[in-house]
């Protein structure tokens, strides 16, 4: 089955889906953009054959969220019943603890089929104009089925491979954001933090790579990720928690100079690093 495809939202992920299904995979997509200069962009670079109207969702065979995590659900419930029976309805939200059981209720009492997604790629820039086909080569695609049907799954996941994904994953919800609160949410934290030191300023001709490499994700957009650290809130927290508990630990042996304990926990850093091959 090729479809038409529905994409709403066309910000860096559903922009960049857009033209990897466009482009790579020679499907049909409809876009859905709140700001129709969005939409006209979209159409002009053929990202998108024209803007979706709500009798689309009839004849989807994929229907892509890119919103914010409420707005996704939101969405949803008001379009349920236009959304036909044969389509699969999926995500891209970086936290599924909040968006899954709403959207799989939904899905239940409409006769649609809804399966999580995460794309595991980004940019320090949001927008469509950052959006781009090969954002998604070589990353990895989070599945997060929810009780779907095998061959749902399958068929998102076929699809992802066909726009440049290396691989898959498939997780459980609260699996799902217990990992991204590390690997995803806390580096956007320390990011943040690093950069609040009133040294940033003078930063300059004093900086090289680790600069560089720890303040990347500092250039957040804050409205989307205070949503997402607040939804995924309980998972945030412990990672703090441990994140705190660690820095505490080194900031401890400077004070004391205590230098077995400092080399102890740098080596500890290092060992664990080192044993992930990376």
Same mark, same amino acid.
């Given at each position: ?7 709403? %939202?066309? =910000?860096?992920? =559903? ?7 466009? #482009? /790579?995979?020679?499907? /049909?997509?409809? =876009? ?12 002009? !670079?053929?990202?998108? +054959? ?6 689309? $969702? ?23 019943? +236009?959304?036909?029976?044969? !389509? ?10 909040? &968006?899954?059981? *709403?959207?799989?209720? $939904?899905?239940? #009492? ?27 080569? %070589?990353?990895?695609?989070?599945? &997060?089925?929810?009780?779907?049907? +095998? ?8 699809? *992802? ?30 990011? !943040? ?33 205070? +949503? ?7 998972? $945030? ?27 102890? $926990? ?13």
């Amino acid at each position: 089955m090729d479809g038409t495809i529905v994409i709403a %939202g066309l =910000g860096l992920i =559903g922009g960049s889906l857009a033209k990897g299904l466009s #482009e /790579r995979a020679g499907r /049909r997509v409809l =876009g859905i953009d709140r700001d129709p200069q969005v939409i006209k962009e979209a159409i002009a !670079c053929g990202a998108i +054959e024209r803007e979706a109207v709500p009798a689309d $969702l009839r004849d989807a065979e994929f229907l892509f969220l890119c919103l914010y995590p409420q707005a996704d659900i939101d969405f949803v419930t008001e379009h349920a019943e +236009e959304i036909g029976k044969q !389509c699969i309805v999926t995500d891209v939200c970086g936290i599924k603890n909040f &968006v899954c059981p *709403a959207l799989k209720k $939904l899905a239940e #009492e409409h006769g649609f089929t809804f399966v999580g997604g995460h794309p595991m790629a980004g940019k320090e820039r949001s927008g469509f104009a950052a959006s781009e086909a090969k954002l998604f080569d %070589g990353a990895s695609y989070i599945l &997060v089925p929810c009780g779907a049907p +095998e061959e749902a799954v399958e068929r998102l996941r076929a699809l *992802a491979m066909q726009i440049g994904f290396g691989g898959t994953v498939v997780t459980t919800p609260e699996h799902h954001d217990e990992m991204i609160a590390f690997t995803s949410q806390i580096p956007h934290v320390l990011a !943040c933090a690093y950069v609040m030191s009133p040294h940033c300023m003078e930063h300059r001709g004093f900086s090289a790579g680790s600069y560089r490499d720890v303040s990347r994700v500092a250039r957040i957009n804050e409205v989307l990720w205070s +949503e997402l650290f607040l939804d995924n809130r309980t998972a $945030l927290l412990g990672e703090l928690d441990t994140l705190i508990e660690n820095m505490s630990a080194i900031r401890t042996a400077v004070d004391q100079k205590d230098l077995p304990a400092l080399r102890a $926990l740098l080596r500890q850093g290092r060992e664990r690093k080192e044993a992930l091959g990376e």
